[in-house]
């Protein structure tokens, strides 16, 4: 795929649905805080612990916020095509872009952060190993027009590779 500075910019101007894939306790919300809060929406299906449909919820959401014009974020683990799947449908069906913004697993180091947090912030270890055996990087050909490479900078912060760029651009 070639880069098109042109289509990046018309792309910048549309709504975008960034969908965050990674283990649980890798960063997704952090990153969310730091980097597309002021810009995106945040739907995730924690939001709703008790929902009896929480994935048509999320749906009726996304597509919520998208008809008011605003980005939005989705931060679950979306392990693979069956979970990001119809994210992309719904962001497409509203003229959205979709970015998948990929936490390459680190299955030690998420559960040492897991482990570390309070309460019922804490996830069952079981449920990272399940979601681990079925986690799958993200490409444009699952339907996503960008995905970023997401990994920690060891100052606090994160850094970002745009995959589609030459050469995978840091943003």
Do not use: C
């Not at 709504?15 to 649980?24: D, I």
């Amino acid at each position: 795929m070639r880069y098109d500075p042109a289509a990046e910019v018309a792309a910048m101007t549309s709504r975008e649905v960034a969908v965050l894939v990674g283990l649980q306790a890798s960063g997704k919300t952090t990153f969310y805080r730091q980097r597309l809060a002021a810009t995106h929406a945040h739907v995730s299906k924690d939001n709703w612990p008790n929902a009896r449909h929480r994935q048509r919820r999320q749906l009726r959401v996304i597509a919520e916020t998208l008809e008011e014009g605003r980005n939005v974020a989705v931060d679950n683990t979306n392990p693979s095509p069956e979970e990001w799947g119809p994210l992309i449908v719904a962001a497409k069906e509203h003229g959205a872009r979709v970015v998948a913004y990929w936490f390459p697993p680190d299955l030690t180091t998420s559960l040492d952060r897991n482990a570390r947090r309070p309460g019922r912030a804490r996830v069952p270890e079981v449920g990272i190993h399940t979601t681990v055996k079925r986690l799958r990087r993200p490409r444009p050909s699952d339907g996503f027009d960008a995905v970023h490479t997401v990994t920690f900078d060891d100052q606090g912060g994160f850094a970002v590779r745009d995959e589609n760029a030459p050469g995978g651009r840091w943003l």
